[in-house]
Protein backbone atom coordinates (compact mmCIF):
# COMPACT_ATOMS: atom_id res chain seq x y z
CA UNK A 1 0.00 0.00 0.00
CA UNK A 2 1.49 3.35 -0.95
CA UNK A 3 1.42 6.45 1.46
CA UNK A 4 -1.20 7.97 -0.71
CA UNK A 5 -3.17 4.90 -0.37
CA UNK A 6 -3.03 5.01 3.47
CA UNK A 7 -3.84 8.49 3.63
CA UNK A 8 -6.88 8.51 1.78
CA UNK A 9 -7.65 5.01 3.40
CA UNK A 10 -7.07 6.88 6.83
CA UNK A 11 -9.40 10.04 6.09
CA UNK A 12 -12.59 7.48 4.97
CA UNK A 13 -11.77 5.52 7.82
CA UNK A 14 -12.40 7.98 10.36
CA UNK A 15 -15.17 9.66 8.24
CA UNK A 16 -16.70 6.32 9.05
CA UNK A 17 -16.14 6.21 12.34
CA UNK A 18 -14.59 9.32 13.98
CA UNK A 19 -14.55 7.79 17.09
CA UNK A 20 -11.44 6.12 16.55
CA UNK A 21 -9.69 9.81 15.94
CA UNK A 22 -8.21 9.55 19.17
CA UNK A 23 -6.17 6.34 18.90
CA UNK A 24 -5.35 7.65 15.39
CA UNK A 25 -4.02 10.96 16.73
CA UNK A 26 -1.47 8.94 18.90
CA UNK A 27 0.40 8.26 15.89
CA UNK A 28 -0.57 10.55 13.08
CA UNK A 29 -0.11 14.54 12.85
CA UNK A 30 -1.36 16.63 10.15
CA UNK A 31 2.67 16.90 8.71
CA UNK A 32 2.80 13.29 9.27
CA UNK A 33 0.99 13.43 5.52
CA UNK A 34 2.79 13.67 2.18
CA UNK A 35 -0.61 15.31 0.70
CA UNK A 36 -1.15 19.01 1.34
CA UNK A 37 -4.65 18.78 0.88
CA UNK A 38 -4.92 14.98 3.07
CA UNK A 39 -2.69 17.14 5.54
CA UNK A 40 -5.45 20.34 5.53
CA UNK A 41 -8.27 17.79 5.79
CA UNK A 42 -6.91 15.69 8.79
CA UNK A 43 -6.16 19.49 10.49
CA UNK A 44 -9.51 20.06 10.15
CA UNK A 45 -10.93 16.80 11.44
CA UNK A 46 -8.67 17.70 14.30
CA UNK A 47 -10.12 21.00 14.81
CA UNK A 48 -13.59 19.41 14.82
CA UNK A 49 -12.33 17.01 17.03
CA UNK A 50 -11.08 19.17 19.67
CA UNK A 51 -13.96 21.55 19.53
CA UNK A 52 -16.36 18.34 20.26
CA UNK A 53 -18.34 18.79 16.75
CA UNK A 54 -18.94 15.82 14.62
CA UNK A 55 -16.97 14.86 12.33
CA UNK A 56 -18.79 14.39 8.74
CA UNK A 57 -18.57 15.13 5.43
CA UNK A 58 -21.14 17.90 5.41
CA UNK A 59 -19.23 19.36 8.03
CA UNK A 60 -15.55 19.72 5.99
CA UNK A 61 -17.78 20.90 3.11
CA UNK A 62 -14.98 23.08 1.75
CA UNK A 63 -12.56 20.25 1.59
CA UNK A 64 -12.51 17.71 -1.56
CA UNK A 65 -13.22 14.42 -0.01
CA UNK A 66 -15.07 12.18 -3.04
CA UNK A 67 -12.46 11.15 -3.70
CA UNK A 68 -11.28 9.37 -0.31
CA UNK A 69 -11.28 5.58 -0.33
CA UNK A 70 -13.52 4.26 2.28
CA UNK A 71 -12.10 1.07 3.86
CA UNK A 72 -12.93 -0.83 6.85
CA UNK A 73 -12.55 1.75 9.66
CA UNK A 74 -11.52 -1.24 11.53
CA UNK A 75 -7.90 -1.04 10.19
CA UNK A 76 -7.15 2.49 11.00
CA UNK A 77 -4.27 1.82 12.95
CA UNK A 78 -2.53 -0.18 10.05
CA UNK A 79 -3.29 2.87 7.88
CA UNK A 80 -2.12 5.54 10.50
CA UNK A 81 1.24 3.18 11.21
CA UNK A 82 2.04 3.88 7.25
CA UNK A 83 1.64 6.76 7.55
CA UNK A 84 3.65 7.88 10.50
CA UNK A 85 6.49 5.42 8.99
CA UNK A 86 7.02 7.04 5.63
CA UNK A 87 6.77 10.47 7.58
CA UNK A 88 9.56 9.93 9.89
CA UNK A 89 11.38 8.24 6.91
CA UNK A 90 10.73 11.79 4.95
CA UNK A 91 12.14 13.30 8.13
CA UNK A 92 15.59 11.13 8.42
CA UNK A 93 16.11 11.82 4.68
CA UNK A 94 15.44 15.51 5.03
CA UNK A 95 17.65 15.22 8.09
CA UNK A 96 20.64 13.52 6.14
CA UNK A 97 20.37 16.39 3.09
CA UNK A 98 20.87 19.48 5.81
CA UNK A 99 23.49 17.00 7.41
CA UNK A 100 25.22 16.90 4.16
CA UNK A 101 25.03 20.97 3.26
CA UNK A 102 25.93 21.61 6.55
CA UNK A 103 29.09 19.17 5.80
CA UNK A 104 30.32 21.07 2.94
CA UNK A 105 29.97 24.50 4.95
CA UNK A 106 31.58 23.23 8.86
CA UNK A 107 34.58 24.87 9.71
CA UNK A 108 34.94 23.24 13.24
CA UNK A 109 36.51 19.72 13.92
CA UNK A 110 35.47 17.00 12.30
CA UNK A 111 34.76 14.74 15.60
CA UNK A 112 32.14 18.44 16.64
CA UNK A 113 30.85 18.11 13.23
CA UNK A 114 29.81 13.81 13.73
CA UNK A 115 28.50 14.90 17.15
CA UNK A 116 26.37 17.13 15.29
CA UNK A 117 25.08 14.97 12.51
CA UNK A 118 24.89 12.63 14.81
CA UNK A 119 22.13 14.50 17.19
CA UNK A 120 20.34 15.78 14.16
CA UNK A 121 19.75 12.11 12.79
CA UNK A 122 18.63 10.80 16.20
CA UNK A 123 16.07 13.87 16.34
CA UNK A 124 15.17 13.38 12.79
CA UNK A 125 14.32 9.60 13.49
CA UNK A 126 12.87 9.57 16.76
CA UNK A 127 9.17 8.61 17.07
CA UNK A 128 8.25 11.15 19.25
CA UNK A 129 4.42 12.92 18.47
CA UNK A 130 5.04 16.65 19.86
CA UNK A 131 1.75 18.31 18.11
CA UNK A 132 -1.33 18.81 19.74
CA UNK A 133 -3.83 16.60 18.52
Not at 104 to 113: K, R
Request: glycine share 4%; proline share 2%; net charge negative.
Amino acid sequence: MTTIEAERSLLGGLLLDPEQFAEVAKLVRSRDFSSSDYAALFEAISALYRAGELIECHTLRDLDVLDLDVPSASRLGFYAEIISDNAQRRRVIEAASRIAQLGDSWHGSTSEFCVEAERRMRAAAARVVSDAA
